[in-house]
T-cell receptor
Framework: DTEVTQTPKHLVMGMTNKKSLKCEQHMGHRAMYWYKQKAKKPPELMFVYSYEKLSINESVPSRFSPECPNSSLLNLHLHALQPEDSALYLC?????????????FGQGTRLTVV | AQSVTQLDSQVPVFEEAPVELRCNYSSSVSVYLFWYVQYPNQGLQLLLKYLSGSTLVKGINGFEAEFNKSQTSFHLRKPSVHISDTAEYFCAVSDLRGSARQLTFGSGTQLTVLP
């Protein structure tokens, strides 16, 4: 199984809502990532978890709150988002934390903030 | 920090013609390079990677890339493209940040295969 599964695939939320994005992998990978991708742009790193500990936060606003409950799961909690936060949110995982030799991506969650 | 530059934002090509998508990387002692493809409304799929060894790397769907250290390039090639190859292609480098490596992406190249 080389899949990274993200749910939901699509999400529409109001600016006062609280929602969560979920990501799951069963490859035994110890590094997991959240990327944000705007239309016609490359993915931009948001967070990196290494051995279930947050190792990189790319100056992401506090309205995005990551959580890694165990080695297979990664969540992104959303609260009081702005319309400019609308984007494709991608989760990825890799086996290594010191050097990436391969990273697997999920299909993404298409988020629309209204 | 390492970076990659994709020289062409859009590449139109006719079906069955060859194609080359260009990528240059910033110089480093050791570098790991990747090409990913993204179809509309999908995630990223790994096409191929260079870690070490042979400079000619073969990937999925008939793609290959050549690592050229003297020119700091990692161009992606396919001898004959299909309509189904229409997609966004990203070159990426493995970059050390803090205590964990991460992938840093180029700006992307939209490949459009014309009938």
């Amino acid at each position: 199984d080389t899949e990274v599964t993200q749910t939901p695939k699509h999400l529409v939320m109001g600016m006062t809502n609280k929602k969560s994005l979920k990501c799951e992998q069963h490859m035994g990978h110890r590094a997991m990532y959240w990327y944000k991708q705007k239309a016609k742009k490359p993915p931009e790193l948001m967070f990196v978890y290494s051995y279930e500990k947050l190792s990189i936060n790319e100056s992401v606003p506090s309205r995005f709150s990551p959580e890694c409950p165990n080695s297979s799961l990664l969540n992104l909690h959303l609260h009081a988002l702005q319309p400019e936060d609308s984007a494709l949110y991608l989760c990825a995982s890799s086996q290594e934390t010191v050097v990436i030799t391969e990273a697997f991506f999920g299909q993404g969650t298409r988020l629309t903030v209204v | 920090a390492q970076s990659v530059t994709q020289l062409d934002s859009q590449v139109p090509v006719f079906e069955e013609a060859p194609v080359e998508l260009r990528c240059n990387y910033s110089s480093s002692v050791s570098v790991y390079l990747f090409w990913y493809v993204q179809y509309p409304n999908q995630g990223l799929q790994l096409l191929l990677k260079y870690l070490s060894g042979s400079t000619l790397v073969k990937g999925i769907n008939g793609f290959e890339a050549e690592f050229n250290k003297s020119q700091t390039s990692f161009h992606l090639r396919k001898p004959s493209v299909h309509i189904s190859d229409t997609a966004e292609y990203f070159c990426a480098v493995s970059d050390l940040r803090g205590s964990a490596r991460q992938l840093t992406f180029g700006s992307g190249t939209q490949l459009t295969v014309l009938p």
